[in-house]
Nanobody, 120 residues
Framework: QVRLVESGGGLVQAGGSLRLSCAAS????????MGWYRQAPGKQRELVAE???????NYADSVKGRFTISRDNAKNTGNLEMNSLKPEDTAVYYC??????????????WGQGTLVTVSS
């Protein structure tokens, strides 16, 4: 069973930076895509950024130019560098992994979430 462990959340002032990390453990044949989502109080979960197996990236318009997603294929880890943070970035951030197993099953797993709070 694949598990994701996130780290790096916390409290930061507006304009500051944080780096979120996501580490996958378990039996993974291939990572198809890794993404970061967030959910603010009273709002739906939304995609922040994702990176495919080929290295293509996709960002929400609200974070373009400020956030950078990266991935280490060999270590099955991923990072989200967040710069110029704004109070509206405050949310619980979740790592998401879409992967295939050695038996060619395509599965999806979520991390437990890490809280990012940006003070004004």
């Amino acid at each position: 069973q694949v598990r994701l462990v996130e780290s790096g959340g916390g409290l930061v002032q507006a304009g500051g930076s944080l780096r979120l990390s996501c580490a996958a453990s378990g039996s993974i044949f291939n990572i198809n895509a890794m993404g970061w989502y967030r959910q603010a109080p009273g709002k739906q979960r939304e995609l922040v950024a994702e990176i495919t197996s080929g290295g293509s990236t996709n960002y929400a318009d609200s974070v373009k130019g400020r956030f950078t997603i990266s991935r280490d294929n060999a270590k099955n880890t991923g990072n989200l560098e967040m710069n110029s943070l704004k109070p509206e970035d405050t949310a619980v951030y979740y790592c998401n992994l879409r992967y295939s197993t050695y038996s060619r099953r395509y599965l999806e797993v979520w991390g437990q979430g890490t809280l990012v709070t940006v003070s004004s």
